[in-house]
């Protein structure tokens, strides 16, 4: 792994959508048990297609699939850290040659996605404060019934809305992750 943090070029300063606001409509899913594997199988992916390009990351099962128990849209969330986000050259293309599709490009955060839209790769450079944010409600959600059940009766209630964009729906959970984070900082400091 490179200790050189020093990037390449300047990242990008604005959030390019690709493909602009998708109308979508989601349904929330029991825990399905197969999440897991589906995960693993798209981690192997990744890795291969990374790991033939020199490129060494982290990757981790994040979001709603990867908490058991927690009724979720299904789609795998996916967390990869690379050394340096501004050098697409190195995961970008690689992934894209693998099949997936690049969603959202913003400031410190890339975004590829199968084209069956099943599973959402969220890449950030490693140390990036989000990857931890991720863990952070991950864990807390695997081992905290109570919020467990607030975050699944929160998604419940929003999907039972009309969203003309996800990306709208995902705003609307805002204050109630963060609620649910700040409670998870608490139990991690008592821990």
Same mark, same amino acid.
């Given at each position: 792994?490179?200790?050189?943090?020093? @990037?390449?070029?300047?990242?990008?300063?604005?959030?390019?959508?690709?493909?602009?606001?998708? +109308?979508?409509?989601?349904?929330?899913?029991d825990?399905?048990?197969?999440? @897991?594997?589906?995960?693993?199988? #798209?981690?192997?992916?990744?890795?291969?297609?990374?790991?033939?390009?020199?490129?060494?990351?982290?990757?981790? #099962?994040?979001? !709603?699939? !990867?908490?058991?128990?927690?009724?979720?849209? @299904?789609?795998?969330?996916?967390?990869?850290?690379?050394?340096?986000?501004?050098?697409?050259?190195? $995961?970008?293309?690689?992934?894209?040659?693998?099949g997936?599709?690049?969603?959202?490009?913003?400031?410190? #955060?890339?975004?590829?996605?199968?084209?069956a839209?099943?599973?959402?790769?969220?890449?950030?450079?490693?140390? #990036?404060?989000?990857?931890?944010?991720?863990?952070?409600?991950?864990?807390?959600?695997?081992?905290?019934?109570?919020?467990?059940?607030?975050?699944?009766?929160? +998604?419940?209630?929003?999907?039972?809305?009309?969203?003309?964009?996800?990306?709208? $729906?995902?705003?609307? +959970?805002?204050?109630?992750?963060?609620?649910? +984070?700040?409670?998870?900082?608490?139990?991690?400091?008592?821990?």
């Amino acid at each position: 792994m490179s200790t050189d943090r020093t @990037p390449r070029r300047p990242d990008v300063t604005s959030l390019d959508l690709v493909g602009g606001a998708e +109308k979508v409509e989601v349904r929330l899913h029991d825990y399905d048990g197969r999440w @897991p594997e589906i995960f693993r199988e #798209h981690r192997r992916r990744i890795e291969e297609a990374l790991v033939a390009s020199g490129v060494e990351v982290e990757i981790e #099962h994040i979001g !709603s699939t !990867s908490v058991p128990g927690l009724a979720a849209k @299904p789609i795998v969330d996916i967390v990869v850290a690379v050394d340096d986000i501004t050098a697409e050259e190195d $995961y970008l293309e690689p992934l894209l040659a693998a099949g997936y599709l690049l969603r959202v490009r913003e400031p410190g #955060h890339r975004l590829v996605r199968t084209p069956a839209r099943d599973a959402h790769v969220h890449i950030y450079e490693r140390g #990036h404060p989000a990857v931890d944010e991720y863990r952070l409600l991950r864990d807390h959600l695997r081992s905290d019934a109570d919020d467990r059940a607030l975050y699944e009766n929160t +998604k419940r209630e929003l999907l039972s809305r009309r969203w003309d964009d996800m990306n709208d $729906y995902a705003d609307a +959970k805002t204050q109630v992750i963060l609620a649910i +984070k700040e409670r998870a900082r608490a139990a991690r400091g008592r821990g």
